[in-house]
Structures are given as structure tokens and as C-alpha cells.
């Protein structure tokens, strides 16, 4: 089984800066693009920010400058380093990844969409 472990949430101060990191772990033949997303309570899930296993990032325009992806390939790791928080960046962060996991004979599967459990991230003004 393939899992995704998060950590680094927290309660911040408006202008602080957190860093969260997720971690893919199990039987995992690749690991292809990897990122965050995150959603408050009654709205859409947003994209935050994507990178592949080639280091190609795309984010949403609006955190460009302040929201940083990188990615560890040998750790199986995305990070997303986040600084002058604001109020409004108050939601549970996701991270997602693309993964061919392994059969339980050792053999490639089909490449699928795994989530991990959510990161709260609260800005306090």
C-alpha cells in the first residue's frame, strides 16, 4: 500500500512562515508529479502549487513569490515553503501525488491519484 504522511502545519501569525513536507512511502515502483493543494470550508479545493519528478513547478498565480515547491526524489518528499502568511491562506492543506504503485507480486501498476489525510494551516491576524 502507498501512503502520504504530512507534517508541519501550524497556527501562525499574519507575516510568519511554516513549511510543510509530505512524505510517500509503501510499494512504489515512481513517483511522477507531486503537490499541494487546499480548501476552506464551503469553497473548492485550490491549487497551490505542482512539481514533477523533473523539477517542473507550476503554482497559482497569486502565491507565486510567497509559496515555494521543492521535492526530494530520493526522500520520496514535496515540501512547500510558505512565507508572509495571511489570514486568507487560513485552510486544510492536501498533498497529492502521482504514483505507480507495486503489485503485491513486485510488478508496475497503472499510474493513480493518491491524497494525504490534510494539514491545517491557521494565519492568526
Known amino acids: 500500500q502507498v501512503q502520504l504522511e504530512e507534517s508541519g502545519g501550524d497556527l501562525v501569525q499574519a507575516g510568519g512562515s511554516l513549511r510543510l513536507s509530505c512524505t510517500a512511502s509503501?510499494?512504489?515502483?515512481?513517483?511522477?508529479?507531486m503537490g499541494w493543494y487546499r480548501q476552506v470550508p464551503s469553497k473548492p479545493s485550490e491549487l497551490v502549487a505542482t512539481?514533477?519528478?523533473?523539477?517542473?513547478?507550476d503554482s497559482a498565480d497569486s502565491l507565486t513569490g510567497r509559496f515555494t515547491i521543492s521535492r526530494d526524489n530520493a526522500k520520496n518528499t514535496v515540501y512547500l515553503q510558505m512565507n508572509s502568511l495571511q489570514p486568507e491562506d487560513t485552510a486544510v492543506y492536501y498533498c497529492n501525488a502521482r504514483i505507480r504503485p507495486l503489485s503485491s507480486w513486485g510488478a508496475p501498476r497503472p499510474e493513480s491519484d493518491y491524497w494525504g489525510l490534510g494539514n491545517q494551516v491557521t494565519v492568526s491576524s
Open positions: 509503501g510499494a512504489i515502483f515512481s513517483t511522477n508529479t
Open positions: 512539481i514533477t519528478s523533473g523539477g517542473r513547478t
